[in-house]
Each structure stands twice: as C-alpha cells, then as structure tokens.
Nanobody
C-alpha cells in the first residue's frame, strides 16, 4: 500500500510559478513510477507528466512542455511538480499517482494509487 499526500497548491497570477509536492508513505517509493494528472471543472482528468523510478526518464503533455518540470527525491519519498509561466487554463485540481514499475506511464488507468489532489488556481 502507498499513500500519497499532495501539498503546495494555491492561487497564483498568470505568468507566475508554483511548486506542488507529493509525499508518499512506505519504504518502496523508489519502486514506483510517479505521475501528475489534473482535472478542471467539467472536464476529464488529463495527463500532465510522469517520471520513472530513478528520475532518469520523464515525459510531458504538450500543453505543459517547457513550462513544467517533474522531479523526485527518493530519499524523501517525494515527487515534485514545478510549474512556471502559468496560464489560467492550468487551473485544476492536481493529483499525483503511483505505479509500481520500471518505466513511466501516461494513462491514468495504469496507476495503482492516487492522492486526494491539491487545487491550483491561476488568475488572469
């Protein structure tokens, strides 16, 4: 079992930056690929970015490429999402997810564990 707790969401102006974190329980965090997804009101949950177990491989949705950076610290059981040049359309609840595996994963259905989400609101 892995429990995930996101933090760091909030209100930011367009063009600003924000970092959200996801802390995982358990001693096998480095066995898991991690992903960030987001869901805006009235929309389906969408993939944002993912990172493999070591942090050596990452993948981004086109909508955030060049603006967002995913990273992880296996010693702290934490994955981060650094968001820059934020746009109002980035407003959503951001969820982290974990999947045991060697690669990275882009589909929500592939993930085994989810956090409760953290709200990110970007004002224009």
């Amino acid at each position: 079992q892995v429990q995930l707790v996101e933090s760091g969401g909030g209100l930011v102006q367009a063009g600003g930056s924000l970092r959200v974190s996801c802390a995982a329980s358990g001693r096998t965090f480095s066995s898991y690929a991690m992903g960030w997804f987001r869901q805006a009101p009235g929309k389906e949950r969408e993939f944002v970015t993912t990172i493999n177990w070591s942090g050596g491989s990452t993948y981004y949705a086109d909508s955030v490429k060049g603006r967002f950076t995913i990273s992880r610290d296996n010693a702290k059981n934490t994955v981060y999402l650094q968001m820059s040049s934020l746009k109002p359309e980035d407003t959503a609840v951001y969820y982290c997810a974990a999947k045991r595996g060697s690669f990275y994963y882009t589909r929500a259905a592939e993930y085994d564990y989810w956090g409760q989400g953290t709200q990110v609101t970007v004002s224009s």
